[in-house]
């Protein structure tokens, strides 16, 4: 029997001009965004607002979340220096999956995967019943490989140059037995997952706000079309507004 790759569901907060952010190095984590963004959605009793990963969870066994290094680390962000790796950096360049972190029952446990071939994120937080999976590459420094084994942060090697996204989706089902992966991520991964032709789902919810700005990221970025080449049809699931002036989509992506 052919193994099916896990599906991939897309859940996206944008403006009605379609940007997730409102300026490229303002992080929606970090204040005044995060104010200024929560505030484009006035609150409303019949508010079209769902938890999505609880969704997929319950829909398809979602058992991962997927972000871009983007969403949690600034392009001009000064980052902590890491010490030196000292050992043979040959051995770091296969997963890192210890068996105590990846035996554990999903449910309860989820999997935080977030792509980082260029090994820009510093882990400090724990949360019960998650644990991170970093998604890094040929490319990926020793000094990080050898931070997150320190650390005993789950990684998966997946690409050269860097992270291979089909490679990645394959290698959570059969290493972790992922069956869906809700990607919760900003325009530059939405988009390399939508071109690398991954997207089974998308939900969007769309505030009452214009926020405008070539440049500033939106629900799919990544390279253009070629000349010629068609977009990707989507078909309509639902679509649900509120008194405050909200809207909720959900399609999926057909297949043909
Ligand atoms: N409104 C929302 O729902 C929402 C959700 C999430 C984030 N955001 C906001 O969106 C902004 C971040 O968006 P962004 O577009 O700058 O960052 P992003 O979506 O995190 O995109 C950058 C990430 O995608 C990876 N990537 C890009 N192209 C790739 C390719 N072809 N193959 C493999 N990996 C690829 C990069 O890899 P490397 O790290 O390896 O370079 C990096 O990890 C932030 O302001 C954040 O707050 C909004």
Same mark, same amino acid.
Request: proline share 7%.
């Given at each position: 029997?052919? *193994?099916?790759?896990?599906?991939?569901?897309?859940?996206?907060?944008?403006?009605?001009?379609?940007?997730?952010?409102?300026?490229?190095?303002? &992080?929606?984590?970090?204040?005044?965004?995060?104010?200024?963004?929560?505030?484009?959605?006035?609150?409303?009793?019949?508010?079209?607002?769902?938890?999505?990963?609880?969704? /997929?969870?319950? *829909?398809?066994?979602?058992?991962?979340?997927? $972000?871009?290094?983007?969403?949690?680390?600034? $392009?001009?962000?000064?980052?902590? *220096? !890491?010490?030196?790796?000292?050992?043979?950096?040959?051995?770091?360049?296969?997963?890192? !999956?210890?068996?105590? @972190?990846?035996?554990?029952?999903?449910?309860?446990?989820?999997?935080?995967?977030?792509?980082?071939?260029?090994?820009? /994120?510093?882990?400090?937080?724990?949360?019960?019943?998650?644990?991170?999976?970093?998604?890094?590459?040929?490319?990926?420094?020793?000094?990080?490989?050898?931070?997150?084994?320190?650390?005993?942060?789950?990684?998966?090697?997946?690409?050269? $140059?860097?992270?291979?996204?089909?490679?990645?989706?394959?290698?959570?089902?059969? $290493? !972790?037995? /992922?069956?869906?992966?809700?990607?919760?991520?900003?325009?530059? !991964?939405?988009?390399? &997952?939508?071109?690398?032709?991954? @997207?089974?789902?998308?939900?969007?919810?769309?505030?009452?706000?214009?926020?405008?700005?070539?440049?500033?990221?939106?629900?799919?970025?990544?390279?253009?079309?070629?000349?010629?080449?068609?977009?990707?049809?989507?078909?309509? /699931?639902?679509? *649900?507004?509120?008194?405050?002036?909200?809207?909720?989509?959900?399609?999926?992506?057909?297949?043909?």
């Amino acid at each position: 029997m052919v *193994q099916q790759r896990p599906r991939v569901v897309v859940s996206v907060e944008a403006s009605v001009d379609g940007k997730v952010a409102l300026a490229r190095e303002a &992080l929606l984590m970090r204040q005044p965004s995060a104010d200024l963004w929560g505030a484009m959605t006035p609150p409303a009793p019949d508010s079209v607002a769902i938890d999505v990963l609880e969704v /997929v969870r319950q *829909q398809y066994g979602c058992s991962a979340v997927l $972000e871009g290094s983007g969403s949690l680390v600034a $392009e001009d962000d000064i980052l902590e *220096q !890491l010490p030196t790796y000292d050992g043979d950096p040959a051995g770091l360049y296969t997963h890192f !999956l210890p068996a105590e @972190i990846t035996a554990q029952p999903s449910p309860p446990h989820m999997w935080f995967t977030v792509v980082d071939s260029r090994g820009r /994120v510093r882990w400090t937080e724990k949360h019960p019943d998650w644990d991170v999976l970093v998604l890094v590459a040929q490319s990926t420094p020793a000094d990080y490989l050898g931070y997150l084994r320190e650390e005993r942060i789950c990684y998966l090697v997946v690409g050269d $140059e860097r992270v291979d996204l089909t490679q990645t989706v394959t290698a959570m089902g059969t $290493e !972790l037995g /992922v069956r869906c992966v809700l990607s919760t991520a900003g325009g530059g !991964l939405n988009g390399a &997952l939508l071109r690398a032709g991954l @997207i089974d789902e998308l939900h969007v919810k769309l505030a009452p706000a214009l926020v405008g700005g070539l440049g500033t990221p939106s629900v799919m970025d990544g390279p253009p079309l070629a000349v010629g080449d068609a977009p990707t049809r989507l078909q309509l /699931v639902s679509a *649900q507004t509120d008194s405050a002036g909200s809207v909720r989509l959900h399609y999926v992506v057909p297949r043909t």
